[in-house]
């Protein structure tokens, strides 16, 4: 529920391009969180960051920090040639 809530704060602070929690196959109940940073790892410091400043991000931490087991982060990067060969859809537009 406190997640719902506070949603807002995820996307005003993060380039959120997708959320899922499963409730069938595979890991049940694993929140999964996918963004994309358009400026690199520098974006996403700077992000986080802010987030460390942000009072509501902090209460909402606070509020479902005792419900999480675990939490992992994963860091892709697109290969560059994906976002320049013609007729492949990249992440950039």
């Known amino acids: 529920k406190a997640t719902t809530i506070n949603a807002h704060l995820r996307k005003c602070l993060t380039p959120l391009r997708m959320f899922s929690f499963p409730e069938t196959g595979g890991l049940l109940n694993v929140a999964t969180h996918l963004y994309y940073f358009e400026g690199g790892f520098e974006e996403r410091n700077q992000r986080r960051t802010q987030m460390g400043e942000s009072a509501d991000w ?34 950039k537009a």
């Open 58 to 91: 902090k209460g909402y931490l606070k509020t479902v920090k005792p419900c999480m087991i675990n939490q992992k982060s994963t860091i892709f990067v697109e290969a560059p040639l994906v976002a320049e060969t013609e007729k492949v859809c990249g992440l």
